[in-house]
């Protein structure tokens, strides 16, 4: 294939591109992509290797190969990779949104060495940050105001770019600070105006300090110095606009070369110095940059080659500008007229013209009307049209300036067919004319066969095409145009495009409502005869895996006791698939949650058991995860979710913490608070209860409460007599 570009102001592109496609002869089917179309978005200060998305492409049922996948094309740059195996988008290099705001990848897979590829689009949209401050063309300017002039003069304009979008590039303007509060700000525009009258005798000189400040987040700035020099009267006063004295028309031939002297702007300013300096612009117009202009020497030249034939008129706004200050300025509409050359070639309004005529007809029969145009302008337009000699020519004429074809003598379609036309001497053009002689309908359609047997899956998309359906007929012209039609009932499943024979689904197919259709597909040529032929069509409608299992409930609970030994059952769960076959058996398996294998399940009948001794302790609850996948390929699944309750069996005695030695008064009073005694008990809410072991009970000097293991002295106590008590709690 031959493939050519276009641009929307109709320019051509330089060369043609050529396409070659093989056609493979192999009956593997490639992996599918999920999604057509993949969407992404990704900072522009994300460091390397970082993760942008993942494709995924499924391979085709019952097949063993591994897909792989590549980026065929769109990152001329290498900024990105993909992982083979899984398909991870990453990062390779630091992006760069004001270089490339938008990236277009092609990604491949390809199913182990299989030479069948299926590719997607990714769009990865890098998301800009503020990360170029705003850029003045200079770090300090100057200006010269005159002391006459009133509040509300514009002084100097403030231009600071930024190469970020949206926010991060919407520059604000400031005067950071300045000398006195003669001057004033635009904050969008950075029109500094003057705020009240100055005179070189208070102050001959103001400097300002111009920040200019995106709106990102943080912001960021960046600073012009500005000085003001205030002038007494005696200077000339820039009080006169240029005038132009150049004509506001010129023409050009559009096949002039680049660089080339199109038209000379002048304009005067009668006043003196800088204030009488003109410079020149243009402000708008010029379309695709067509020209240049010298903004010293007012010389219009061309930037590139012209095209009458896309735009023969331009109208460009020039503006003659004076060096004074403030700057003075004057518009002009330059229009210039480009001339047309003969460059163009006759175009036919038809690459292909048909036309029957019948058999032994007299001379003079009208055939056909050929139709030409010409892009250019005037004689260049003319048109002349005449046949190319050829076999058979001679039985044709041609009125040269209409294009209107008859015929010189009877015609015999075994002897010649095809004829050219020609354009005009200078510059031409040709085009084919097809002539049918038109014969009886003396045939019927036929199908290559009288039936057809094919099996279809059951999740075929909906305007699928199933079968191409061809049927000959060796007549000509209508006789020979074969419609397609069924009859019999599809059910809605199926239909037929009358013009290619191709039998498409209608809408989605269910083997399990219907397994089989049976029905006729017919051949009609056009003719009011109406000869046709049939043929018979069955469809098998083989089953897929298009019914995942359910669970009865999506959410279990049960409770085991802490402590039994491993293996007995909890509970069952249940889940039922739709599907036969392998498709509809299910297995199970715990997903997540099951920590430190605490829990095993049988695969087959859904019995969740222990697989070790739980400890309440240690876990009080487990929220296991619990899959229920049939055997079809690809397996479809369902989860639900088991909380799982460990009983507390008393199974952890109380610990005492260790006192020490304790030091009480001889003169302690009774009920004088000796010491208290904690104690812990790892077990569910243990109800605690304190007292003195009775084989060495102290006698009736000390007593505890048996709730909040208080000790305190009941007897009055003698150092003398005792010193020391050994207390067993």
Not at 196 to 205: I, K, M, N
Not at 340 to 351: I, T
Not at 423 to 446: A, I
């Amino acid at each position: 294939l031959t493939v050519s570009a276009r641009d929307g102001g109709g320019l051509p592109s330089a060369t043609n591109a050529a396409v070659t496609v093989n056609i493979l002869q192999t009956t593997s089917a490639p992996a599918r992509f999920e999604r057509s179309r993949y969407t992404f978005s990704i900072p522009e200060d994300a460091p390397e290797d970082s993760p942008v998305g993942t494709i995924k492409a499924r391979e085709p049922p019952n097949s063993l190969e591994v897909v792989s996948y590549r980026i065929s094309s769109g990152d001329p740059h290498g900024r990105f990779s993909i992982d083979s195996q899984f398909g991870i988008i990453r990062t390779k290099t630091q992006l760069d949104h004001e270089t490339q705001s938008v990236v277009v990848l092609t990604v491949q897979s390809q199913l182990g060495n299989s030479p069948i590829y299926s590719s997607t689009q990714v769009n990865i949209s890098v998301i800009d940050v503020n990360d170029n401050p705003p850029v003045f063309l200079s770090k300090s300017e100057k200006v010269t105001l005159s002391h006459s002039q009133p509040p509300g003069t514009a002084v100097y304009i403030a231009h600071a770019e930024d190469k970020d979008s949206g926010l991060n590039g919407a520059v604000r303007y400031r005067i950071a600070s300045q000398q006195a509060d003669a001057f004033s700000i635009d904050p969008s525009l950075g029109v500094v105006n003057l705020t009240r009258t100055v005179s070189a005798d208070t102050q001959r000189e103001y400097t300002l300090h111009i920040a200019a400040e995106d709106s990102g987040s943080p912001p960021l700035t960046s600073l012009l110095t500005l000085m003001v020099v205030i002038e007494e009267q005696k200077m000339d006063i820039n009080d006169n606009s240029p005038t132009f004295t150049s004509s506001p028309h010129s023409y050009v031939m559009e096949d002039v070369e680049v660089g080339f002297l199109v038209h000379r702007i002048t304009a005067k300013d009668p006043d003196e110095g800088r204030n009488g300096q003109v410079t020149y612009h243009i402000l708008s117009g010029n379309e695709n940059k067509a020209f240049q202009l010298d903004k010293i020497t007012g010389l219009l030249t061309t930037a590139r080659l012209l095209d009458r034939e896309i735009q023969e008129r331009y109208s460009l706004t020039v503006m003659a500008l004076d060096d004074g200050s403030p700057a003075l300025s004057t518009m002009q509409v330059l229009t210039v007229n480009v001339l047309d050359v003969n460059d163009e070639a006759p175009v036919f309004l038809q690459q292909l013209y048909e036309a029957t005529v019948c058999e032994n007809q007299d001379p003079g029969e009208f055939v056909v009307k050929v139709e030409a145009v010409d892009r250019d302008a005037g004689l260049n337009s003319l048109l002349r049209y005449e046949i190319l000699p050829g076999t058979g020519y001679e039985k044709f004429k041609m009125n040269s300036e209409s294009g209107v074809l008859l015929t010189t003598a009877s015609l015999d379609r075994e002897t010649q067919e095809v004829f050219s036309i020609k354009g005009s001497p200078s510059r031409s053009s040709t085009t084919q004319l097809h002539l049918t002689v038109s014969d009886e309908n003396d045939h019927n359609p036929l199908f290559a066969k009288t039936q057809y047997q094919i099996s279809v899956r059951e999740d075929l998309e909906e305007g699928s095409t199933i079968l191409d359906l061809f049927a000959s007929d060796e007549d000509d012209g209508l006789n020979g145009e074969v419609m397609y039609s069924l009859i019999d009932d599809t059910y809605g499943a199926f239909a037929i495009d009358s013009v290619t024979g191709s039998i498409m689904t209608t809408k989605a197919l269910d083997r399990e409502t219907r397994s089989q259709y049976t029905f006729r597909a017919v051949a009609s040529d056009c003719s009011t005869r109406w000869p046709r032929s049939t043929t018979a069509m069955t469809v098998f409608i083989q089953d897929v895996n298009d019914n995942a299992p359910k669970f009865e409930q999506s959410f279990y609970k049960a409770s085991v006791w802490e402590g039994q030994s491993p293996k007995p059952d909890i509970i069952q769960l249940f889940a039922t698939d739709l599907d036969s076959g392998l498709n509809g058996e299910t297995e199970y398996a715990i997903l997540s949650g099951n920590e430190n294998g605490a829990f095993l399940i049988d695969s087959e009948r859904g019995i969740l058991a222990t697989n070790t001794v739980l400890d309440h302790e240690s876990i009080s609850s487990y929220r296991l995860v619990v899959q229920a996948a049939d055997k079809g390929n690809p397996r479809l699944s369902a989860t639900s979710i088991v909380r799982i309750q460990v009983l507390d069996v008393n199974d952890n005695a109380p610990v005492v913490q260790p006192l020490g030695e304790v030091e009480v008064p001889e003169n302690a009073p009774p009920g004088f608070i000796v010491t208290q005694v904690s104690a812990s008990d790892v077990d569910c809410r243990p109800a605690l209860q304190f007292g003195f072991i009775s084989d060495n009970s102290p006698g009736m000097e000390f007593a505890i409460d048996q709730h909040t293991g208080v000790v305190i002295v009941v007897e009055p106590l003698d150092f003398e007599e005792t010193a020391v008590y050994k207390l067993r709690i």
